[in-house]
């Protein structure tokens, strides 16, 4: 029980980074400094493509409502009932007399 005290206040004062075998602790510990790091940049980039997805959300829905709008109003302009508003000013009127088909016969 003794030894296992002196490990913990070897690990507690350091002592197992000044060592001769130091070089191999100073090896995992550089290797596990560098897996975190690498783990809190993915984590990181990973939150702000999250980020950027919701705005990306968000602009799309902003852009179908546009949309939508847009096309709303592009039908109400195309009924021909809009249509005989806006020329009515200008003195037109829809044809009374039927529309006649023309037939071009070309003889050789």
Same mark, same amino acid.
């Given at each position: 029980? @003794?030894?296992?005290?002196?490990?913990?206040?070897?690990?507690?004062?350091?002592?197992?980074?000044?060592?001769?075998?130091?070089?191999?602790?100073?090896r995992v510990i550089f290797f596990v400094v560098i897996l975190l790091l690498v783990m809190i940049w993915s984590s990181h980039s990973a939150d702000e493509k999250v980020v @950027?997805?919701?705005e990306l959300n968000k602009v799309k829905r902003e852009l179908r409502a546009e949309y939508v709008d847009t096309s709303t109003i592009l039908m109400r302009m195309k009924l021909e009932s809009a249509i005989r508003k806006k020329v009515k000013a200008s003195g037109l009127s829809p044809a009374e007399d039927p529309p006649q088909k023309i037939k071009v016969i070309i003889k050789e």
């Amino acid at each position: 029980m @003794k030894q296992n005290a002196g490990g913990i206040y070897d690990v507690l004062r350091g002592s197992f980074l000044t060592d001769e075998s130091a070089a191999k602790n100073w090896r995992v510990i550089f290797f596990v400094v560098i897996l975190l790091l690498v783990m809190i940049w993915s984590s990181h980039s990973a939150d702000e493509k999250v980020v @950027k997805i919701a705005e990306l959300n968000k602009v799309k829905r902003e852009l179908r409502a546009e949309y939508v709008d847009t096309s709303t109003i592009l039908m109400r302009m195309k009924l021909e009932s809009a249509i005989r508003k806006k020329v009515k000013a200008s003195g037109l009127s829809p044809a009374e007399d039927p529309p006649q088909k023309i037939k071009v016969i070309i003889k050789e």
